[in-house]
């Protein structure tokens, strides 16, 4: 049973990169969510997607989810990049919530997938 987020690497400000997360398993039972943990600081969430489409106030308008289930597949499309997008960034698949805030999607996650890093910098 594996979840694998990739598509990471080193862009300029302003760049775009698409991070995938991959499962072998039906993802389609499952919410997932995107998270980032720069160096120094705790894991924060990104976005969700599934009773709700959420985004944390610092990427909305710049970062986008999406979720192919017959590809077992979420996807993150990051436009705009900042210097402070620079973090690890983990899938995870969730429970079915009404995420409003940031701080409620560490709780709902049930699996955590590996990571994948972006880095933004010129």
């Known amino acids: 049973v594996q979840l694998q987020a990739s598509g990471g690497g080193l862009v300029q400000p302003g760049g775009s990169l698409r991070l995938s997360c991959v499962a072998s398993?039906?993802?389609?039972?499952?919410?997932v969510g995107w998270f980032r943990q720069a160096p120094g600081k705790g894991r924060e969430g990104v976005s969700y997607?599934?009773?709700?489409?959420f985004y944390t106030d610092s990427v909305k308008g710049r970062f986008t989810i999406s979720r192919d289930d017959a590809q077992n597949a979420v996807y993150l499309q990051m436009n705009s990049l900042k210097p402070e997008d620079t973090a690890v960034y983990y899938c995870a698949t969730m429970t079915w919530q009404y995420i409003t805030a940031a701080q409620e999607m560490a709780r709902a996650v049930l699996r955590w997938g590996q990571g994948t890093q972006v880095t933004v910098s010129s």
């Open positions: 997607v599934g009773s709700v489409t």
């Open positions: 398993f039906d993802l389609d039972y499952y919410a």
